[in-house]
């Protein structure tokens, strides 16, 4: 049974459901093929309309959905609920933007008439994680649908209820069947579908060994594939950080989740004109932070999502603890039932240590304490990852020099990095390749077929 939804705050099995069989898969896949020829002639408007439709379901339904999202993967409910409305918005997002995002792109050129016009590719895999069990998909299925594609969703294997619930979601709201089918298939047999002929390209949300894996399997047919990978995002505190804000932002930034975002600050990196107050303020908030129960609306943390995963995360606390580390705040296991892990703060990590090499996907900030910002910005980049970074600084030259120097997909001044539909998503180096959300995710997985006219 390798699909099992495990309640994280409990441990309990809630409910199992068995892989697919080759004969189950072959059905799927050809009711996907099936839609995308009727799919893609639907006008721009009924796919706006349709959009409109599974954003009205998700938030009318807002709760009870939000409520599968916690039992599965343990975020906290509050979080769950702001992930299905962003979900909601950003299908609202595509309804309304999406048809100027796919006109006709007129470019000038010798031919009386010539441009670009966006056409789909066909159904295109989406291989998914458990942290964001329906943003992560919906943020590449708005724009995939509205510009024509159909979406083959293959899951998480320990996210199996919300990989149904995205299926009827659509099939409720009116699409088509087939517009999104759900397949229950090992990671391990990705790479067959993925050289199935119907599938036409591939998207993975994951790790770096999933990357490689995909992308293997997607050049080996020549398919198209977008990568949104792992990272170790700096937190950069220059001299002229306003810390009132800059502290709380730190502790939202590396607990959001429960600490099981890619995109979560992981390193911080802190200038030594005010590392003593940064520290010692972060420190303290990360302290203060109630963990338990997701559905308790006092909990600031929930548990992480497995017993494998907190055991990863204790085994990296632990072997830089051993090797000199200070945690200045947590440091621990929480005892009982579920898989709960202390806010923790080290100090100190260096390279032998696995937290200075290895990407913490739990609520574990490693602080550096360094002389400049050029420092600062060096020690930023000097990671095999490069999904986001922040830097915080108040002193405009500051700012800009965060923007220009940081190596990363996307650099955030003052705000934690986050996502917003009109804005594109996306990491360099080993956090992957390609870009998702606002116009330039959209036109990943489409034709820009060229016309001229003579
Ligand atoms: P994961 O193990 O790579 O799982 C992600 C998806 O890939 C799952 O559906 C998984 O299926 C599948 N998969 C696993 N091995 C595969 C293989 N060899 N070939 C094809 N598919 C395979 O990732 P995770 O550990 O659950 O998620 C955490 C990682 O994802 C972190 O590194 C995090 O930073 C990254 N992430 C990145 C972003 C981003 O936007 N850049 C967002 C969220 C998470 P099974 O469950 O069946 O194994």
Not at 50 to 59: F, G, Q, R
Not at 241 to 249: G, I, S, W
């Amino acid at each position: 049974m390798p699909y099992v939804s495990i309640n994280p705050a409990t441990g309990e099995v809630t409910a199992e459901y068995a892989d697919f069989t080759p004969a189950e898969i072959d059905d799927k896949l050809n009711l996907a093929t099936k839609a995308f020829h009727g799919w893609r002639q639907t006008s721009i408007e009924e796919r706006s309309l349709l959009l409109t439709s599974a954003a009205n379901h998700l938030e009318s339904e807002l709760p009870t959905i939000a409520e599968v999202l916690t039992k599965e993967m343990g975020k906290t409910f509050a979080s769950a609920k702001g992930e299905v409305g962003k979900c909601a918005l950003t299908l609202r997002y595509y309804a309304e933007h999406g048809p100027a995002l796919l006109a006709d792109q007129i470019i000038a050129s010798p031919a009386s008439k010539s441009g670009v016009r966006y056409e789909p590719l066909g159904p295109v895999l989406a291989v998914m994680p458990w942290n964001f069990p329906l943003w992560q998909l919906i943020r590449f299925a708005a724009p995939g649908l509205m510009a024509g594609n159909v979406v083959v969703l293959k899951h998480a294997s320990n996210v199996p209820e919300s990989a149904l619930l995205l299926e009827s979601l659509f099939r409720r709201s009116g699409f088509p069947e087939g517009c999104l089918v759900n397949l229950f298939v090992p990671g391990s047999q990705v790479a067959e579908v993925i050289r199935d002929e119907r599938i036409a390209a591939v998207t993975l949300t994951g790790s770096e060994a999933a990357g490689q894996s995909v992308a293997t399997a997607a050049g080996s047919v020549l398919k198209k594939c977008v990568l949104e990978l792992g990272g170790s995002d700096p937190f950069i505190i220059a001299a002229s950080a306003d810390l009132e804000k800059t502290v709380p932002m730190a502790i939202t930034g590396r607990v959001q989740n429960n600490g099981q975002s890619c995109i979560a600050a992981k390193r911080f990196i802190v200038v030594d004109a005010v590392a003593d107050e940064f520290i010692e303020r972060f420190s303290q908030g990360m302290r203060d932070l109630v963990v338990g129960d997701p559905f308790e609306p006092a909990s600031n943390v929930g548990p992480l999502v497995s017993a494998a995963q907190r055991d990863e995360v204790a085994g990296q606390v632990d072997d830089a603890l051993a090797k000199g580390a200070i945690a200045t705040a947590g440091g621990a296991r929480i005892d009982g039932p579920g898989f709960y892990y202390q806010p923790t703060v080290l100090t100190g990590v260096t390279r032998e240590m696995r937290a200075g090499n290895e990407e913490i996907f739990g609520p574990v900030a490693v602080v550096y304490r360094v002389d400049s910002l050029e420092e600062a910005i060096a020690l930023g980049n000097d990671t095999p990852w490069g999904l986001g970074a922040s830097i915080w600084a108040e002193d405009p030259a500051e700012q800009e020099q965060g923007i220009r120097d940081l190596e990363a997909g996307m650099v955030f001044v003052n705000a934690i990095v986050g996502s917003t539909p009109e804005l594109p998503f996306g990491g360099i180096k080993r956090s992957g390749y390609g870009r998702e959300l606002s116009g330039i995710g959209m036109h990943e997985f489409c034709n820009a077929k060229t016309f001229f006219v003579a």
